[in-house]
């Protein structure tokens, strides 16, 4: 069952929450542990076979639990993570528990991480709408009389409006 991505529910392996032995994985602090595994349209469980369950274990109720665990009133992380140097900053942002698109992979420890794909998808749509506020600007400035007078008599743009960004070259 080795799929490329899975609607999953993860958070990062803290020693002091999660444990750990002698025989976990040595570099298990720097991954996302998987909580578990969803449908993608019933986003119930893939963990519970939810038809003969009384209890179907659904996406919503999960992150609600899990962030009701790291709001918990004295919780404290004074300690600090022991690889990852903004570990306070990370866990108590109001969107660390969120559905991600990963890849999942069981170690030979039995510990199951998660590859995060979903960060892809983020930094596109940050980078797209930088790219269509400034299309929006050129659009703009083509509507300028100057820049319309000068299309219809050299019939190109002026300089300050004839590129048009798109697709092509955007991540670069």
């Known amino acids: 069952m080795n799929k490329k991505g899975y ?8 020693p002091l929450i999660h444990g750990k032995t002698s025989s976990s994985d040595p570099n298990i602090e720097t991954h996302y542990l998987v909580f578990d595994k969803y449908h993608p349209y ?10 003969e369950s009384d209890y179907a274990f659904d996406m919503n109720m999960d992150i609600e639990y899990l962030s009701d665990n790291y709001r918990m009133e004295g919780f404290e992380f004074g300690f600090g993570h022991p690889t990852i140097r903004n570990y306070t900053n990370i866990i108590t942002r109001q969107n660390y528990i969120k559905p991600e698109i990963a890849q999942c992979i069981l170690l030979p420890t039995q510990e199951e991480i998660a590859i995060l794909k979903t960060f892809w998808l983020r930094i596109i749509q940050r980078t ?12 703009l400035r083509r509507m300028y009389p100057d820049a319309l007078h000068f299309r ?8 300050y409006c004839n590129y048009l960004p798109g697709l092509k070259g955007m991540l670069l």
């Open 7 to 14: 609607l999953i529910l993860c958070e990062l392996h803290y």
């Open 42 to 51: 019933t986003y119930l469980s893939y963990s519970v076979d939810n038809d």
């Open 128 to 139: 797209w709408k930088k790219i269509v506020a400034e299309r929006k600007q050129i659009i």
């Open 152 to 159: 219809r008599v050299y019939g190109k743009w002026p300089e």
